[in-house]
C-alpha cells in the first residue's frame, strides 16, 4: 500500500507531457497542471489552428490561455522532494536515463532493463521479463546483463541470430552462412568458441594480474629508491660541506701560521735592525763630540798649549763596518711560495673538480634507456674533451686548444713531470670519463691508436706496459689505411669493415660497454666490449714511432 501511495504521489505531481516533475507548474483553465514550458511548447505547435486544447483531456479554447504560476503547486513539488519519500521514488520506478539500457516493452516512460535476452534480442523490465522466468518455453532463452548492442548479434545479411564462429575468417555467423560464404570452413558453436577464449582471456588476465603485481613491486622498489636517493644526497651534501669546512678552516689555520711567522720574523728583523740603528747612533754622537775638540784644539793659539792638549787627546775609536742592505725582497719569497701553493690547489682543483662532477652525473638508478642508434642520438652524450700536456710524450705537439696531437721529429722542450709518457708516442686526456660518454677522433697518417685507459697506466718503462692496449689497464683501435685492429692485455682482434678517417668512441661505464663505430654519413659498429670497469677512464691517443708529421685530434661538437 506503501508503495502504491508513493506511486501514485510521484505520478500525482508529474507532467504528463515531459514525463517529468513539475517544473514551474502551471494550470490550465480545465484544471489540469503541466510544466510552464511544456504547454507554452505545445500551444507554440497549435498557433496555426488559432484553436488551444488540453493535451490531457483535449478540452479546447478559442484563446489562448494566460498563464500564471501556480505557486501553492510549485511549494508542494518542493517540499516533497526533501522528503525521502519522494527522493526514493526514482529509484523503485527505475526509470531509463540516457545512458541506461531501457526495456523494449515498456510504452510511454520507458523504465531500465533487467536483463536482454540473446534468443530473443530484447531487453526486459523487472515487469515484462517475469514470463521468461514463469513460461517453459522460455527456459532455454539466454538471459544476460542488460545490453544496448543485441542488434551486433543478428547477421546482418541473414538476418539471423549469429550462433556459429568461423575460426578460418574469425568472425561470427549464422547457420545459413554456414552452408553458404563459409562452406567448408573450420566453424564451431560460438560456446564452443567461447570456451577456447575464455581460457586465453583468463590467462591474459593472470598476466596482466601478474604484471600488476610486478609493477606494484616495482612501484616499491622505486619508491624505496627515491627515499634512498633523497638521503645519500642529503648526507653526501651534508658530508660535503663537514669535508669543505675542515679545508677551509685548514686553509685558514695555515694563513694564521704565516701571519703568525711573518709577524714574528717581522719583529725579530725590526728589532735586530733598530738594535744597530742605535749603536750607530750612538757612535755618530761620539765622533761629533771629539769633532768638536778638534775643531776646538785647532783654534788654539798658543803653541805649548796646543802640543800639550793634542797629546792628552783619545785615539780614535774603530770604526764599524759599512751596513749592507740586500735588495728589498724580504718576504716577497714568501708571496711566491704562497702563489706557487694557490696554483697547484687550482691545478688540483680544476681536476678533482671534473671527477667530483663526473661522479655526481654519473648516479643513474634506471639503466633501461634505449641505446643510441643514430648519430643524433651519440651526439646527446657528447663530451669536449682536451688532451692533457702532462701526459705527452716530448714528441708530440698539441694544438687546436690541446684537442690535437702531432707526432714530431725534435724532442720538445716539456717541463719534467711524473705523469709524462717516457717510452711510447702518446697522450691522455685532462678530463675522465664515466657514465655515458661519446666522442670522436679524426686522424690522418698511418698509424694511430684510439684508446681509453686507467689514469694509473705505467708511464715508463718497457712498451707492453705504457703502450696502450698491451696491458690490462688499456684498451685500443688500431686503425691504419688497410684495417682495424682492436687490443686488450696483447690480445689482438682482428676488426672487419671500411677504414674511415674518423673513429667515434661510445662508453656506458657504468652498463661495461665501450663501442667504436665508423663515422661517416651512417654511424657503423666496428667493435664493441663488455667488461666491468672499476675506475674512471681517460680518453687516449697513441702515434706510430716512424710516421712523422701524422695527427690525431678529438674532435669539437658544435
Not at 505531481?13 to 511544456?38: A, E, Q, R, W
Not at 494566460?66 to 510549485?74: E, I
Not at 531509463?96 to 531501457?102: K, Q, R, S, T, Y
Request: hydrophobic share 30%; with cysteine.
Amino acid at each position: 500500500m506503501a508503495q502504491k501511495r508513493v506511486k501514485l504521489d510521484w505520478e500525482s505531481f508529474s507532467c504528463s507531457i515531459c514525463l517529468d516533475l513539475l517544473k514551474d507548474p502551471v494550470t490550465t483553465p480545465c484544471g489540469h497542471s503541466y510544466c510552464m514550458n511544456c504547454i507554452k511548447a505545445h500551444w507554440d505547435g497549435e498557433d496555426g489552428k488559432q484553436i488551444y486544447s488540453c493535451p490531457q483531456c483535449r478540452e479546447t479554447f478559442p484563446l489562448r490561455p494566460v498563464l500564471m504560476k501556480n505557486t501553492m503547486l510549485a511549494n508542494l513539488v518542493e517540499e516533497m522532494m526533501k522528503t525521502e519519500e519522494l527522493q526514493a521514488s526514482p529509484a523503485d520506478h527505475c526509470y531509463a536515463g540516457a545512458e541506461d539500457v531501457a526495456c523494449d516493452v515498456c510504452t510511454g516512460r520507458k523504465l531500465k532493463a533487467l536483463k536482454s535476452c540473446l534468443v530473443c534480442l530484447v531487453s526486459y523490465c523487472d515487469q515484462h521479463l517475469q514470463p521468461h522466468y514463469e513460461l517453459p518455453i522460455f527456459k532455454k532463452h539466454n538471459l544476460v546483463e542488460p545490453s544496448k548492442n543485441l542488434q551486433e548479434n543478428l547477421c546482418s545479411l541473414h538476418d539471423e541470430v549469429m550462433k556459429i564462429f568461423c575460426r578460418t575468417d574469425q568472425q561470427c555467423i549464422c547457420s545459413l552462412c554456414s552452408v553458404d560464404e563459409h562452406k567448408g570452413h573450420d566453424t564451431v558453436s560460438a560456446a564452443s568458441e567461447r570456451i577456447e577464449k575464455q581460457k586465453e582471456l583468463e590467462g591474459s588476465q593472470q598476466n596482466i594480474q601478474q604484471r600488476i603485481q610486478d609493477r606494484e613491486k616495482d612501484v616499491k622498489l622505486l619508491q624505496q629508491e627515491v627515499e634512498a636517493i633523497n638521503h645519500s644526497a642529503d648526507k653526501v651534501v651534508e658530508d660535503s660541506k663537514k669535508i669543505i669546512t675542515e679545508l677551509i678552516r685548514l686553509m685558514e689555520k695555515r694563513s694564521s701560521d704565516v701571519e703568525q711567522q711573518v709577524r714574528f720574523h717581522q719583529e725579530s728583523e725590526v728589532s735586530r735592525v733598530k738594535e744597530l740603528q742605535e749603536k750607530l747612533e750612538q757612535e755618530i754622537t761620539e765622533l761629533k763630540r771629539e769633532d768638536a775638540e778638534m775643531k776646538k784644539l785647532s783654534h788654539t793659539e798658543d803653541h805649548i798649549q796646543f802640543l800639550h792638549n793634542y797629546s792628552s787627546l783619545s785615539p780614535l775609536s774603530e770604526s764599524t763596518s759599512s751596513i749592507n742592505i740586500r735588495p728589498l725582497s724580504y718576504f716577497e719569497d714568501v708571496t711566491a711560495a704562497v702563489s706557487e701553493v694557490r696554483d697547484k690547489l687550482q691545478d688540483l682543483l680544476t681536476e678533482t673538480w671534473a671527477n667530483i662532477s663526473q661522479a655526481v652525473t654519473e648516479v643513474d638508478v634506471l639503466l633501461s634507456q634505449p641505446k643510441p642508434k643514430t648519430r643524433a642520438d651519440f651526439l646527446k652524450y657528447s663530451r669536449e674533451i682536451t688532451l692533457d700536456p702532462n701526459t705527452a710524450h716530448t714528441q708530440l705537439i698539441l694544438s687546436e686548444g690541446n684537442r690535437k696531437a702531432t707526432l714530431v721529429g725534435q724532442q720538445q722542450r716539456y717541463s719534467s713531470h711524473p705523469d709524462r709518457f717516457t717510452k711510447e708516442f702518446q697522450v691522455l686526456s685532462r678530463e675522465s670519463l664515466a657514465g655515458r660518454c661519446y666522442w670522436e677522433v679524426e686522424w690522418r697518417g698511418e698509424v694511430i691508436y684510439v684508446a681509453v685507459s686507467y689514469k694509473n697506466v705505467t708511464r715508463a718503462g718497457s712498451s707492453n706496459a705504457c703502450r696502450f692496449g698491451w696491458n690490462e689497464k688499456s684498451l685500443a683501435l688500431r686503425c691504419d689505411n688497410n684495417s682495424y685492429k682492436f687490443l686488450y692485455n696483447k690480445v689482438k682482434t682482428h676488426v672487419p669493415g671500411p677504414v674511415s678517417s674518423r673513429v667515434g668512441v661510445y662508453l656506458d661505464h657504468r652498463a661495461g660497454t665501450l663501442s667504436f663505430y665508423r663515422v661517416s654519413d651512417t654511424m657503423t659498429l666496428l667493435h664493441r666490449v663488455q667488461t666491468t670497469f672499476t675506475q674512471p677512464l681517460y680518453a687516449g691517443l697513441l702515434l706510430h714511432s716512424s710516421s712523422f708529421g701524422d695527427t690525431a685530434e678529438l674532435c669539437k661538437f658544435k
